[in-house]
Nanobody, 120 residues
Framework: VQLQASGGGLVQAGGSLRLSCAAS????????MSWYRQAPGKQRELVAGQPSTGSTRYADSVRGRFTISRDNTKNTVSLQMNSLKPEDTAVYYC???????????????WGHGTLVTVSQ
């Protein structure tokens, strides 16, 4: 199983970016798909998470500016980021909890990360 993230880059403050992540390989069922980020010198933090059932979660710092969405038919998750701020600068990681084969346990998977840089 692989998670391939894309869409990072350099943007000015106030601008927008859209991150995408595709899960591929042997996938039977995906529970949660999320985005985390890690800024220099800081711990990795949850940005937004969308379970297969239940409410979407957002970090307080991004609520109202970021929107997470899933396409369960394509095993993809996206993060639309609007009104970006310099403090949003970080490496963004795609994360999934999934079951590769029916009857197997659910495991967690991480993508390699994509860098988002927001300039003043």
């Amino acid at each position: 199983v692989q998670l391939q993230a894309s869409g990072g880059g350099l943007v000015q403050a106030g601008g927008s970016l859209r991150l995408s992540c595709a899960a591929s390989g042997s996938i039977f069922s995906i529970n949660t798909m999320s985005w985390y980020r890690q800024a220099p010198g800081k711990q990795r933090e949850l940005v937004a998470g969308q379970p297969s059932t239940g409410s979407t979660r957002y970090a307080d710092s991004v609520r109202g500016r970021f929107t997470i969405s899933r396409d369960n038919t394509k095993n993809t998750v996206s993060l639309q980021m609007n009104s970006l701020k310099p403090e949003d600068t970080a490496v963004y990681y795609c994360y999934a909890i999934l079951q590769s084969t029916a009857g197997n346990p659910y495991y967690t998977y991480w993508g390699h990360g994509t860098l988002v840089t927001v300039s003043q």
